[in-house]
């Protein structure tokens, strides 16, 4: 069994898409389908039953994905205690995050952890919280940071940071403060997806206020938390966001924060992780050197 065929097996796995799994290994997605075929007559079992666009595992794929798993971080271990410095190891870690860590918190999680490991490199992808877990959850990722916890039992999670949610003005608006719910929803509003954790939060703030959606005047709803600051910057509207985001904006006089009254929102952001993948040694080496709050 080829090591390289495994580990190019992985991450169709991963994907479940053979032509994403090539343009993450460079290579052409016919040459990924060779690797595939030639493992499945030396196996001489179906590992993939193709449903359109998607490779689903058959039983025998997802015992040998299991196996594979642990044979790749054999692997990687052997090398490891060979070379006998963690700073001559190679690897990948692939995170999903919310937009709030992806921005803020990852970038000196990276710094720090690459002061010791500087030849792993890492995968960013941001997306709502809800599509964080999603991706936990089917294992294309190895973490995922997100401000708000989904139950699951496949699901591990490590908090990482306390903050607090606030809002946050145009220069030309001055409230107040703290703001009072009534205040709100005076104002026209800049509201994040469904999907958010801080939309979680104000969904909760709202439900026990006793406030319907319909009485808010919502003038824009989006996805990224950078253009919802900047709705707001240019007084189109006010917003509850992450104090950790607002902050950096507010330092440079570009808006104004203020805290919210009887709005105990103090959350935490968290590490997760599916606790039945085996994760590489590299996502080990990161989960080992994660300073929590």
Known sequence: MDLHQLFIFTK???HKNFSKAADEVFLSQSTVSSHIKALEKDLNVLLFDRDGREALLTPHGERLYHWAQKILLMKDEALLDIKKGMTDFRGIIRFAASSVPGSFIIPAMIKQFNKIHPNISFHIMESSSKNVVDQVLNRSVDFGILGEKYD??????LPLLKEKLVLI???QLELDEPVTVEQIIKYPLIM??????????LNKYLEKNKIPKDQLKIVVHTDSGNSLIHFVKENIGISIISEIAAKEYANMGMIRTYEINDFLAERYFYLAYHKNKTLSLAARLFLENVELD
Do not use: I
Not at 152 to 157: A, I, Q, S, T, V
Not at 192 to 201: E, K, L, V
């Open 152 to 157: 699951n039992d496949k699901l591990c999670y």
């Open 169 to 171: 003005s145009s220069n």
């Open 192 to 201: 994040r997806n469904s999907d958010s954790g801080t939309q979680a939060f």
């Open 12 to 14: 169709v796995v991963e």
